[in-house]
């Protein structure tokens, strides 16, 4: 058994359903359902009933959730004492990255930790937080602050968000440009499911400016930035991106200012509240420092 297989089991019984369950780990239930039945075959008992309304626990897999919460509070255990042998430098810091940081953000921190070498995971906001309480990562750069004690956060980026158009659409309308102009084109949105605070803050503000907000985004279907370029240049589109957007525009497509700075995106540094890693402290110190001097906001 694995600890991936142990800890998708465990997710699966609390929430009391698959799509829940795939939900809360970032996966989707194909592959969540997937995960399960490898599980049972290599035991070679039943662990859950499915039913049309969720899933029940077998005899077997109640013995096994006993036996897999305590194999993962010791696995979480090893993981954190493991890390304070690293609080003094020359480790490895383990770091969740989202989509579009201002460019000078990482490199400017990590210059502060000439020793330490760094694992970057490009992960969903949802995704980081979960991985950082079951100890995968050391700090997290997420997009909504998360709720509970056992994490610690920090405000380390603030970006008036602007808007990417074609640049027709973008000539007719003028810069800086009125959110409700925006009525009649199509917003190219990202899954509610990877970050549903800053998902339903742009949906209110598009909302209250008039604006279709459209259908969710599928939450297997993950946002790729380059695809952004070819859904606005084809006119019916457009797409938030901050000014400091590090990805080439072609001649095709334009980014513009909003009025009045409508939407404002905010990037937290987030750690275990336990940790006592010096790289980490230096790290987030870095970070805030680079927001004090004025640069990525």
């Given amino acids: 058994m694995e600890i991936r297989e142990l800890r998708a089991f465990v997710a699966v019984v609390e929430a009391g359903a698959m799509s829940k369950a795939a939900r809360q780990l970032h996966v989707s239930q194909p592959a969540l359902s997937q995960t399960i039945t490898a599980l049972e075959r290599r035991l070679g008992v039943p662990l859950l009933v499915r039913t049309s309304t969720g ?13 897999a919460r305590a ?5 979480d255990q090893a993981v954190a004492a493991m890390a304070r042998h690293t609080s003094a430098g020359g480790g490895v810091l383990r770091v969740g990255v989202p989509l579009e940081l201002p460019p000078d953000l990482l490199p400017s921190a990590l210059a502060r930790l000439p020793d330490t070498r760094v694992q970057a995971r490009h992960l969903s906001s949802v995704a980081q937080v979960a991985a950082l309480r079951a100890g995968e990562l050391d700090v997290g750069l997420v997009r909504e602050r998360p709720a509970g004690p056992d994490l610690d956060a920090t405000l380390v980026v603030t970006e008036d968000v602007g808007v990417l158009l074609a640049a027709d659409v973008a000539e007719k309308l003028g810069s800086p440009v009125r959110l409700e102009a925006l009525a009649g084109l199509e917003w190219f949105a990202f899954p509610r499911a990877g970050s549903p605070a800053w998902y339903d803050e742009l949906a209110a503000i598009l909302r209250s400016h008039g604006l279709d907000v459209g259908p969710e985004v599928p939450e297997e279907q993950r946002l790729i930035v380059e695809l ?14 901050p000014p400091e957007w590090p990805y080439p525009l072609p001649d095709t497509v334009r980014w513009v200012p909003l009025a009045g700075n409508p939407i404002v995106r905010r990037t937290w540094a987030v750690w275990p509240a336990t940790s006592r890693r010096r790289d980490v402290a230096e790290f987030v110190a870095a970070l805030e420092d680079h927001r004090r001097t004025g640069s990525g906001v």
């Fill in 55 to 67: 899933v029940q626990v077998t005899d077997a897999g109640t013995t096994l959730l006993g036996e």
């Fill in 71 to 75: 194999v993962l509070a010791r696995h």
């Fill in 228 to 241: 952004k370029i070819p859904a606005v240049s084809a006119g019916g589109a457009y797409a938030f991106a």
